[in-house]
């Protein structure tokens, strides 16, 4: 929240293709009793005694789902097609960057883009500070269910009983952690002298951009898609390595780093990535929260010289900072800063934003399988009578970054958006650094351009 009063808004998008028609009034029911279930998503900010809470609201509002007609107008029950089409694309931007206020609004709003009577794309948008990936693609598949009957008229309240026993859970984590970790508190110690003392000595490389105007909230996005053809190539080839596809990702991710700098001009010794590891417990599967930590395994120049190499090096390091303490530490240190009043939050925030402690070159999320209900090969999840034929999610940006990578796969095909701050990165350079991404995962197959999957711009 204090990095939100710096102008850097922390809220994601997940956004779902749909084949066949939407009845909004159904739709909006199903949105609404999904909210009545979680105290979290019909919530706004509150300031009280210079400490940030949540005060939960019973009429949370109209204007949760807004319904915009692109391509065509609606009359009656009726689409007649339009002269001009609205660009699609255009209307996905400007939503995305359409302020969300935590403090005026709910954590939470949907948009049902209608193409056609049989075509349409819902944007389910949220703030950071109450939901993480996981937990929002929870509350849509909750949404989805009650939409096709399949979930209960009234929801059971029993989310937050779980979800605001922070202490408890950071505590229970720690405790746990340090029963398998060998000089615990040491390391303890030692990783948060590391992260703030060490690290801003030799930080790690920066992506270059090329624009340097007053940085803005505004962000953009670009999507490529792997099919699952050339994602059982990829997973195979990890686990023959044995890595895991996640891996494969992210050593690709450091890889493509120290091209694109060196492309710029700009070479590069220690890379290093920020991603995110749930850390929620796994009793709670009904709460709809935010409960994800951050962890930033790095490379070296020489770790990247050979492929084979830095893919058991990126998993070694991955490993590591999940056991050694890394993890509790910058968690159990946010906790604590969390008990300052607002005003000393958001000077932190600032001075993190200033000094680039806290961040990497590029924020990696993966969502994994985002819809894990057992299926048939080819089968798609409905929501009614329609098909969702697609699922993509833009990451939010924070200045620094520049850039944020998020890989999710659905229906068999990964997904990877990339995310970008329209006053630090062009369109044109995001696409080139997408496709140089992709060439990184694929290098080791002959693939044809035209067979590297859908390729979606929006804005920028």
Same mark, same amino acid.
């Given at each position: 929240? $204090?990095?939100?009063?710096?102008?850097?808004?922390?809220?994601?998008?997940?956004?779902?293709?749909?084949?066949?028609?939407?009845?909004?009034?159904? #739709?909006?029911?199903?949105?609404?009793?999904?909210?009545?279930?979680?105290?979290?998503?019909?919530?706004?900010?509150?300031?009280?005694?210079?400490?940030?809470?949540?005060?939960?609201? +019973?009429?949370?509002?109209?204007?949760?789902? %807004?319904?915009?007609?692109? +391509?065509?107008?609606?009359?009656?029950?009726?689409?007649?097609?339009?002269?001009?089409?609205?660009? !699609?694309?255009?209307?996905?931007?400007?939503?995305?960057?359409?302020?969300?206020?935590?403090?005026?609004?709910?954590?939470?709003?949907?948009?049902?883009?209608?193409?056609?009577?049989?075509?349409?794309?819902?944007?389910?948008?949220?703030?950071?500070?109450?939901?993480?990936?996981?937990? =929002?693609?929870?509350?849509?598949?909750?949404?989805?269910? %009650?939409?096709?009957?399949?979930?209960?008229? *009234?929801?059971?309240?029993?989310?937050? %009983?779980?979800?605001?026993?922070?202490?408890?859970?950071?505590?229970?984590?720690?405790?746990?952690?340090?029963?398998?970790?060998?000089?615990?508190?040491?390391?303890?110690?030692?990783? #948060?002298?590391?992260?703030?003392?060490?690290?801003?000595?030799?930080?790690?490389?920066?992506?270059?951009?090329?624009?340097?105007?007053?940085?803005?909230?505004?962000?953009?996005?670009?999507?490529?898609?792997?099919?699952?053809? !050339?994602?059982?190539?990829?997973?195979?080839? $990890?686990? *023959?390595? +044995?890595?895991?596809?996640?891996?494969?990702?992210?050593?690709?991710?450091?890889?493509?780093?120290?091209?694109?700098? !060196?492309?710029?001009?700009?070479?590069?010794?220690?890379?290093?990535?920020? @991603?995110?590891?749930?850390?929620?417990?796994?009793?709670?599967?009904?709460?709809?929260?935010?409960?994800?930590?951050?962890?930033?395994?790095?490379? %070296?120049?020489?770790?990247?010289?050979?492929?084979?190499?830095?893919? !058991?090096?990126?998993?070694? =390091?991955?490993?590591?900072?999940?056991?050694?303490?890394?993890?509790?530490?910058?968690?159990?240190?946010?906790?604590?800063?969390?008990?300052?009043? #607002?005003?000393?939050?958001? $000077?932190?925030?600032?001075?993190?934003?200033?000094?680039?402690?806290?961040?990497?070159?590029?924020?990696?999320?993966?969502?994994?399988?985002?819809?894990?209900?057992?299926?048939?090969?080819?089968?798609? $999840?409905?929501?009614?009578?329609?098909?969702?034929?697609?699922?993509?999610?833009?990451?939010?940006?924070?200045?620094?970054?520049?850039?944020?990578?998020?890989?999710?796969?659905?229906?068999?095909?990964?997904?990877?958006?990339?995310?970008?701050?329209?006053?630090?990165?062009? +369109?044109?350079?995001?696409?080139?650094?997408?496709? @140089?991404?992709?060439?990184?995962?694929?290098?080791?197959?002959?693939?044809?351009? =035209?067979?590297?999957?859908?390729?979606?711009? =929006?804005?920028?």
């Amino acid at each position: 929240m $204090a990095l939100h009063t710096r102008n850097e808004r922390m809220v994601f998008h997940i956004m779902l293709t749909v084949l066949g028609e939407i009845e909004p009034e159904k #739709l909006d029911h199903a949105i609404s009793v999904a909210m009545h279930a979680h105290p979290t998503m019909r919530s706004i900010l509150r300031v009280r005694s210079f400490r940030c809470c949540r005060e939960e609201r +019973g009429d949370f509002g109209e204007n949760i789902l %807004t319904v915009r007609d692109c +391509g065509c107008r609606h009359v009656g029950k009726a689409f007649i097609q339009r002269d001009s089409l609205v660009d !699609q694309n255009g209307e996905i931007d400007q939503w995305i960057n359409q302020p969300l206020e935590p403090e005026d609004s709910t954590p939470v709003r949907v948009l049902l883009l209608r193409h056609t009577l049989d075509e349409c794309i819902l944007v389910f948008t949220f703030h950071h500070s109450a939901a993480d990936g996981l937990r =929002a693609v929870r509350f849509i598949k909750e949404v989805v269910d %009650t939409y096709g009957g399949e979930g209960t008229a *009234e929801l059971p309240h029993e989310e937050d %009983t779980c979800s605001c026993h922070r202490r408890e859970e950071v505590l229970s984590l720690m405790e746990t952690t340090r029963r398998r970790t060998k000089h615990f508190y040491l390391n303890l110690l030692r990783n #948060l002298y590391d992260r703030f003392i060490v690290l801003p000595l030799s930080p790690p490389a920066r992506l270059v951009h090329d624009r340097f105007e007053r940085p803005s909230g505004e962000i953009s996005f670009v999507c490529r898609r792997l099919n699952p053809s !050339q994602l059982n190539r990829l997973t195979s080839g $990890a686990r *023959e390595s +044995g890595a895991t596809p996640n891996d494969v990702l992210l050593a690709g991710c450091f890889r493509t780093v120290e091209k694109w700098n !060196q492309l710029h001009g700009r070479t590069c010794n220690k890379i290093s990535v920020m @991603m995110p590891v749930d850390v929620g417990r796994r009793s709670s599967m009904n709460v709809i929260s935010n409960q994800v930590s951050f962890i930033s395994p790095f490379t %070296t120049r020489k770790d990247r010289a050979d492929p084979a190499s830095l893919l !058991q090096k990126t998993a070694r =390091a991955r490993a590591n900072l999940l056991k050694n303490g890394s993890l509790v530490s910058i968690i159990y240190f946010t906790y604590f800063i969390s008990f300052l009043p #607002l005003p000393l939050l958001r $000077a932190v925030a600032r001075l993190f934003l200033l000094t680039g402690v806290h961040v990497d070159s590029i924020l990696l999320t993966n969502l994994g399988s985002i819809w894990s209900r057992p299926e048939t090969d080819g089968a798609r $999840a409905s929501l009614g009578k329609a098909a969702i034929s697609e699922v993509s999610c833009i990451a939010p940006v924070i200045t620094p970054f520049r850039m944020s990578l998020l890989a999710s796969t659905y229906n068999g095909a990964l997904n990877i958006s990339l995310s970008y701050r329209t006053c630090l990165v062009s +369109g044109g350079k995001a696409r080139a650094f997408l496709d @140089m991404y992709f060439g990184e995962l694929l290098s080791d197959e002959n693939v044809d351009a =035209a067979t590297m999957g859908t390729f979606t711009v =929006a804005g920028g």
